[in-house]
């Protein structure tokens, strides 16, 4: 490897930072159900979207927004920053309140939270019952997720940052519906849908949450930090309903692959991060594997891609 190219492949990492799993669970753990409090204030208080859109937090140039909530006369918004470690609440009656993101309990992040508010002039309920992780513990008694390691939580964003920009530039062929660009706080993964414009088959074993999301055939794709069923950071694309065949489909650049357990393609964050380019990297495999379910499914891709 030549002198230019080890520089290079550094700038690349440091665009992309490490984050070993291990690591970074207990203080993902935390920050996801932090992520679940705030999320579940917008749930309680937007009017509802289609396929749920209305629940996400948006990736900022500091963290994670849920943009403008309407409350009585005005709106308020919650901020991650994740740059000076603080949550700001502020309202658009000029008020407003803030938070330090430190190792402390939900629990304890929890209350402060509600409290803050209440100062502000905001009612709000939520259900505190954690959703999509096993073995939940409602907000308000969980002592047992206490960890905030403020390096660990800026390389997450970071990850979300570049993985945000390569989703633009994913983003930006298709013209057909398609969603925003959002992280979903139940599973904590960034995602961006493509829908073909047909119904999808319905679900009624499902629950009314799923059967929504999945009203229309759609191709998503996404990163995730990792979780127990899968212990690493990784980059994934899925159709939903999944065409036949999909299984055996391969993938140029052969770096992701189709993962039968989890019915995805999947390409693992460190096998991206230590390629030559890894944001080109990311943007094939985001589009061959949107190419490859579009084609088994049938889609009119005439009618939805720019040409």
């Given at each position: 490897m030549t002198m230019a190219?080890t520089?290079?492949?550094m700038a690349?990492?440091?665009?992309?930072p490490?984050?070993?799993?291990?690591?970074?669970?207990?203080?993902?753990?935390?920050?996801?159900m932090?992520?679940?409090?705030i999320?579940?204030?917008k749930?309680?208080?937007n009017?509802?979207?289609?396929?749920?859109?209305?629940?996400?937090?948006y990736?900022t140039a500091?963290?994670?927004?849920?943009?403008?909530?309407p409350?009585a006369?005005g709106?308020?918004?919650?901020?991650?920053n994740?740059l000076?470690?603080?949550?700001?609440?502020?309202?658009?009656?000029?008020a407003?309140?803030?938070?330090r993101?430190?190792?402390r309990s939900?629990a304890?992040?929890y209350?402060?939270v509600?409290?803050?508010?209440?100062?502000l002039g905001?009612?709000v309920?939520?259900y505190t019952l954690?959703?999509?992780?096993?073995?939940?513990?409602r907000f308000?008694?969980?002592?047992v997720h206490?960890t905030?390691?403020?390096?660990?939580?800026?390389?997450?964003?970071q990850?979300?940052v570049?993985?945000?920009?390569v989703?633009q530039?994913?983003?930006?062929?298709f013209?057909g519906k398609?969603?925003p660009?959002?992280?979903?706080w139940?599973?904590?993964?960034l995602a961006?849908t493509?829908?073909?414009?047909?119904?999808a088959p319905?679900r009624p074993?499902?629950?009314?949450?799923?059967?929504?999301a999945?009203?229309?055939?759609?191709?998503?794709?996404?990163?995730w930090?990792?979780?127990?069923n899968?212990?690493?950071?990784a980059?994934y694309?899925?159709?939903?309903?999944?065409?036949?065949g999909l299984?055996?489909?391969t993938l140029q650049?052969?770096?992701?692959a189709?993962?039968?357990?989890?019915?995805e393609?999947?390409?693992?964050y460190?096998t991206?991060?230590n390629?030559?380019a890894?944001a080109?990297t990311?943007?094939?495999?985001?589009?061959h594997?949107y190419?490859?379910?579009?084609?088994l499914?049938?889609?009119d891709?005439t009618?939805?891609e720019?040409?």
């Open positions: 190219q520089s290079q492949q690349n990492q440091e665009l992309w490490e984050l070993p799993f291990t690591t970074w669970k207990p203080t993902g753990e935390t920050l996801h932090w992520t679940q409090i999320g579940k204030i749930l309680a208080l009017p509802y979207v289609n396929h749920w859109w209305q629940v996400p937090l990736v500091s963290g994670l927004t849920t943009s403008a909530i409350y006369g709106t308020f918004e919650i901020q991650f994740f000076h470690h603080n949550l700001l609440i502020h309202t658009s009656r000029g407003s309140k803030t938070l993101l430190y190792s939900v304890n992040f209350q402060e509600m409290t803050s508010l209440q100062a905001i009612d309920h939520i954690p959703q999509e992780v096993p073995h939940p513990i308000e008694k969980d002592e206490a905030y390691d403020p390096l660990l939580v800026n390389r997450y964003w990850i979300l570049q993985t945000d920009k989703m530039r994913y983003r930006s062929h013209i398609s969603s660009i959002h992280l979903f139940g599973s904590l993964d961006v493509f829908f073909s414009g047909r119904a319905e074993e499902v629950d009314p949450v799923t059967r929504e999945y009203s229309h055939e759609v191709i998503s794709a996404g990163f930090p990792g979780g127990d899968f212990p690493e950071p980059f694309s899925y159709a939903a309903p999944i065409p036949q299984e055996n489909a650049p052969a770096l992701g189709y993962n039968q357990k989890m019915g393609f999947i390409l693992p460190n991206m991060r390629t030559p890894p080109q990311l943007l094939d495999f985001y589009q594997a190419e490859a379910a579009a084609n499914a049938h889609w891709r009618a939805l720019k040409r």
